[in-house]
């Protein structure tokens, strides 16, 4: 049994532990309200904030660095035409895309109306043509920046301007190869239904890359992240070797619902592999 005196500092240490622990809970809610102010009536002022939650314009200051260091929050120019009193402008503080994720919107399923429209319309085969072009956009957007690098710097670069369009991409490397990791995904929630979004993309991802690549994970099928292998199988010319490409989760067959793997190659929806 500790002394006396032990026993004094062990519940010392647990008050304050429970202290910062409370301290924590509470910043994160107050940034998940600061937040929310943001999302439900737009670009807002620190001294704004202050005064709605009650709390001091240092206090909402540090909050507000915070949700800028996580990227959902950013600083944005005043209105043209706004009335501006004497002195300096004040910092007018507003949600990224990644910020508004977060909050439930109609855009979601606005998109998957959309898609079974086309389906309903056209069949499978439209909806599959309209991914490709959805992922020829963004292909077309980082080709100049990847076209100029070299093979082996594609990947970090490719997290990069993922990041940069609210995927929060990262690099890492396996003994394999090198996996590009997507942490949160836009379109996820349409993608769970239409697949093709996830194909079309990976296959954007392979010409990129100038490889074939797999798809091993992704969050529209449940996956905590978007997981996309880049094989390390590059010759000492620079050229990869042609390897079959998994772009789906495994499917199911109808005999005691065994699965078997869908190997796509990194081609154009018509195009044959």
Known sequence: MPAPGRQ?????????????????????????????????????????????FGLTPAAVRRHLEALIAAGKVCEVPEPKGRVRH?????????????????FPHAYDSLAAAALRYVAQLVGEPG????????????????????????????PAALAEALTADGYAASVETVPTGTQICQHHCPIAHVAAEFPQLCEAETQ????????????????????GVCTTHIPAAVQPDGDSRH???????PRRTRR??????????????????
Not at 145 to 154: F, K, W
Not at 256 to 273: L, N, V
Request: proline residues 4%.
């Open 8 to 52: 004094a500092e062990i519940g010392n240490i647990a008050v304050v532990k429970s202290a910062v622990t409370l301290l924590g809970s509470d910043d994160v809610r107050t940034r998940d309200r600061v937040a929310r102010a943001l999302h439900e009536h737009g670009p807002q002022t620190a001294a704004a904030l202050s005064m709605r």
């Open 204 to 223: 954007a991802f392979a010409r990129l890359l100038d490889i074939h690549v797999q798809r091993l994970a992704t969050i529209a099928h449940g996956d």
């Open 127 to 154: 909806v599959r043509e309209f991914a490709y072009r959805h992922a020829a956009e963004l292909e077309g957007r980082y080709a100049t920046v990847l076209a100029q690098l070299d093979r082996r710097e594609r």
């Open 243 to 249: 390897l079959p490409v998994l772009t789906q989760r």
């Open 86 to 102: 004497r002195g300096r402008p004040a910092k007018l503080f507003a949600l990224t895309d990644l910020g508004r994720s977060a």
């Open 256 to 273: 005691r619902g065994r699965r078997q793997p869908t190997s796509t190659q990194a081609t154009r929806p018509y195009e044959k592999a």
